[in-house]
C-alpha cells in the first residue's frame, strides 16, 4: 500500500538560507508525487509534481524536488528562503493515476529573519 | 473569482446537532473531494464525487453524508455531531481526465467546532 512520511513535522530556516524538506514514499510501482503549501488559513496549492517524465521537477515560487528512485524520496528544496515561504508542506502520493492521492503528515516551515 | 468557496468559513455547534457545509467551483472540473484535517495537520481523504457519481467513499461515519446536485457543487451533511468531527473540512475539485493526479484545487476550508 503507498504510504509516505515527511521527516521533520517542524524545520525552521533563516532567510536566504536552503530550504530542504524531506519526503520519502512507500509504493509497489513508481508513483505520482506531489508537493502542496498550505499558508496559514487556507486551502492548500500544488507547488509541483511528478508524473514519471524528468526526475528533477520545478514548482512554483523557485521550489524544486527531485524523484530518487533508489532512495525512494522526494525531497523539495528552494536555494533561499524567503518570509513568504512560512507555511505547512505537504508531500502525497497516487500509486497510479486512479488512484486516491495520499497526504503525508506535513512539515511546518519556519523563516527567521 | 474563487475558484472553489466553501461556506461556512467557521462553523460552531452543539454536540448532536445535525449541519451542513457546502462547497462550489467555478473551474468547469468534473470531480471534487472532501477532505478532513485533524488538530495535527493530518489530512483525509473522505469522498469523491465524479459528475455527481460517487467514486471514493472512505471509512467514515455513516452520519457524515455528500451531496452533489449538480457537477459544481458537492456539499457535505453531518447529522448527529460528535466532538471529533472537529476538524477544518476541505472541499477540492479537478478534472478527472487524468485521473486523480489532475491537480486539485482547494477551498479555503471551513473549521468545524463540536463543543
Known amino acids: 500500500a503507498q504510504s509516505v512520511t515527511q521527516l521533520g513535522s517542524h524545520v525552521s530556516v533563516s532567510e536566504g538560507a536552503l530550504v530542504l524538506l524531506r519526503c520519502n514514499y512507500s509504493?509497489?510501482?513508481?508513483?505520482?508525487l506531489f508537493w502542496y503549501v498550505q499558508y496559514p488559513n487556507q486551502g492548500l496549492q500544488l507547488l509541483l509534481k511528478?508524473?514519471?517524465?524528468?526526475?528533477l521537477v520545478k514548482g512554483i515560487n523557485g521550489f524544486e524536488a527531485e524523484f530518487k528512485k533508489s532512495e525512494t524520496s522526494f525531497h523539495l528544496t528552494k536555494p533561499s528562503a524567503h518570509m513568504s515561504d512560512a507555511a505547512e508542506y505537504f508531500c502525497a502520493v497516487s500509486e497510479t493515476s486512479y488512484d486516491k492521492v495520499i497526504f503525508g503528515p506535513g512539515t511546518s516551515l519556519s523563516v527567521i529573519p | 473569482d474563487t475558484a472553489v468557496s466553501q461556506t461556512p468559513k467557521y462553523l460552531v455547534t452543539q454536540m448532536g446537532n445535525d449541519k451542513s457545509i457546502k462547497c462550489e467551483q467555478n473551474?468547469?472540473?468534473?470531480?471534487m473531494y472532501w477532505y478532513k484535517q485533524d488538530s495535527k495537520k493530518f489530512l483525509k481523504i473522505m469522498f469523491s464525487y465524479n459528475n455527481k457519481e460517487l467514486i471514493i467513499n472512505e471509512t467514515v461515519p455513516n452520519r457524515f453524508s455528500p451531496k452533489s446536485p449538480d457537477k459544481a457543487h458537492l456539499n457535505l451533511h453531518i447529522n448527529s455531531l460528535e466532538l471529533g468531527d472537529s476538524a477544518v473540512y476541505f472541499c477540492a475539485s479537478s478534472q478527472l481526465a487524468g485521473g486523480f493526479t489532475d491537480t486539485q484545487y482547494f477551498g479555503p476550508g471551513t473549521r468545524l467546532t463540536v463543543l
Open positions: 509504493s509497489s510501482v513508481p508513483p505520482y
Open positions: 473551474l468547469g472540473h468534473d470531480t
Open positions: 511528478y508524473t514519471s517524465a524528468a526526475t
